[in-house]
């Protein structure tokens, strides 16, 4: 039988440092990992029971988002919240940026959307 525990999207970024930042300081998550030491160029964000990679490749190696490759490709990660309004306040009160507010959308998921430092869009929100 399969155990399956978690999924960890991993987003390619142009540097680590404001990428994790982005993270722990607006986002509320904490660093689960980074590394190598001395030289850090992927870490492990997280926050509850969710994960992101971030990794740093190369100089010429950019981030590129979901939204950037085509306009119906809105968001890189869908995060289930239980309660969607609890957590855009929380966010509101960090002075995060929403790419979009708390809504319904057309899709009948009450949630918002965020874009992290390297332009990687989270849909945080649940169904109607």
């Not at 029971?49 to 950037?68: E, Q």
């Not at 239980?82 to 995060?96: I, N």
Request: proline content about 9%; cysteine-free; aromatic content about 14%.
């Amino acid at each position: 039988m399969a155990n399956l525990t978690h999924i960890m999207p991993f987003f390619i970024v142009e540097n680590l440092a404001p990428s994790v930042s982005f993270y722990v300081d607006q986002l509320g998550f904490e660093v689960q990992f980074i590394g190598p030491d001395g030289d850090p160029f992927w870490a492990i964000v997280g926050r509850d029971n969710i994960s992101i990679m971030l990794k740093g490749i190369a100089p010429d190696v950019k981030p590129l988002p979901n939204p950037a490759r085509h306009p119906w490709a809105a968001w890189d990660a869908y995060i289930s919240t239980a309660d969607p309004e609890r957590l855009f306040e929380e966010y509101q009160s960090r002075g995060v940026a929403f790419r979009k507010p708390l809504a319904v959308n057309g899709d009948r998921l009450l949630g918002f959307e965020v874009a992290d430092a390297d332009g990687y869009v989270l849909y945080f929100g649940r169904p109607e």
